[in-house]
């Protein structure tokens, strides 16, 4: 089993807080007590960077601060993170983007990474004047990604398709190394551009045996493609000394959740258009009970917020054995968040990564630098329970 890498988040979808922080995919994003500043948010960045995460992934759409100018910010206050800029392709021409894309990985060292999100609710993409229907915006999405990769090479690029043409076009200034791109949709048109165009595929935390099946789908669509791509997983994560104590978190995060906000986000993401969406909500039913959809793996907060839905729950020992199943089933690369994001982070930093990097399975990406486990919380944590 190869090394693994592991992925932070930047809440700029409202801010960060103790409890759950909903919206997205369509619902409006709720309050937060701590507001998306550079201030904030660059102490999230660096505490990320200190522990051994590779990147931050930023969120894009309406609910959210934008991720080019967010993320451009922060870059100027940590050293060595990456950042996974999530970004809609259509809505800023080909050029343009790799023309931003390339000045990014310049000035920042080589720091970019892009999420691509061609968009699953409709009445969100016309907010911002795109009026194609779900497929055309796949469709449209894969002349974008082929136009982009081509100007990156520096060649003269002219391209007329059913939806982007251009004429000539050639960068000036091309990225010292193209940044590698982010995918995500399960839908059929979903995997057939990243079969064709991504360097890494991410699916959202259904329980292994889900994720291994769709890993499958994906890869031999590649195969089939003369490619080769990555998997990574986007999911929440609650670690704790011990699993009691993680348990608790859990239920408190779900106490502070009530039966009218579960009422109203849930009406709101049954209307979206995406099929992974769709999955989420599948597995928390709406409903406060039976949450726990695999050992370890709790459907929580998915009842208030939209895209990812589900969190690794458990003892650091409990939730690095879960990331193992996840590996064996063909991830790689983790895209992780928790509340708050900045205690959270730390959390998993200083809990699990030392217990994976004990296994063999990650290492702190900074020359040098070995994990630190923390030292447990009071007498009780002394002995963990799994």
């Known amino acids: 089993m190869s090394e693994l890498k592991f992925h932070w988040f ?13 919206g997205g995919h369509g619902t409006p994003a709720g309050s937060a007590g701590r507001p998306a500043s550079v201030a904030y948010l660059g102490q999230i960045a660096r505490s990320a960077e200190q522990l051994g995460f590779c990147a931050a992934l930023t969120p894009t759409g309406a609910w959210c601060e934008d991720a080019w100018i967010s993320t451009a910010m922060l870059a100027s206050v940590s050293e060595r993170l990456k950042f996974l800029v999530a970004f809609r392709p259509g809505l800023t021409s080909p050029f343009l983007a790799a023309q931003m894309a390339g000045t990014f990985q310049n000035l920042s060292g080589g720091r970019l990474l892009l999420n691509v999100v061609t968009g699953g609710e409709s009445h969100e993409q016309r907010m911002y004047g795109d009026f194609l229907d779900k497929d055309g915006r796949y469709e449209r999405c894969g002349e974008f990604l082929h136009i982009v990769r081509e100007l990156w090479t520096g060649r003269s690029v002219t391209f007329e398709g059913r939806h982007l043409a251009l004429a000539d076009a050639v960068l000036a200034q091309l990225p010292d ?6 995918f995500g949709g399960s839908s059929p048109a979903a995997l057939e551009v990243a079969a064709r165009h991504v360097d890494v595929y991410l699916t959202w935390g259904e329980p292994p045996a889900a994720v291994a099946a769709k890993v499958r789908r994906v890869r031999d669509l590649a195969d089939a493609q003369g490619r ?11 670690a704790r000394d011990t699993a009691d104590e993680a348990w608790a978190e859990a239920g408190r995060l779900l106490a502070g959740i009530s039966e009218e906000q579960i009422r109203h986000v849930q009406a709101g993401l049954r209307r979206s258009e995406s099929e992974g969406q769709r999955r989420m909500l599948a597995l928390n039913g709406g409903t406060k009970d039976g949450l726990e959809v ?5 459907a929580g907060v998915g009842l208030v917020r939209g895209g990812a839905g589900t969190a690794l729950v458990g003892s650091h020992t409990q939730i690095a054995d879960l990331i193992e199943e996840y590996a064996s089933a063909g991830i790689s690369e983790f895209v992780l ?14 809990g699990v990564l030392p217990e994976l990097h004990r296994r063999g399975l990650w290492r702190h990406p900074a020359p040098g630098r070995t994990p630190v486990a923390a030292v447990p919380f009071g007498a009780a944590a002394q002995k963990e329970t799994t």
Do not use: K, M
Request: proline share 8%.
């Open 337 to 350: 968040s928790g509340y708050p994001h900045l205690e959270e982070a730390y959390r998993f930093g200083e």
């Open 177 to 182: 190394s193209a940044p590698e791109i982010y």
């Open 294 to 298: 695999y050992p370890n793996l709790w």
């Open 228 to 238: 080769t791509l990555a998997f990574g997983l986007r999911v929440h994560t609650i």
């Open 10 to 22: 930047l809440p700029t979808n409202g801010g960060d807080g103790r409890q759950v922080v909903g």
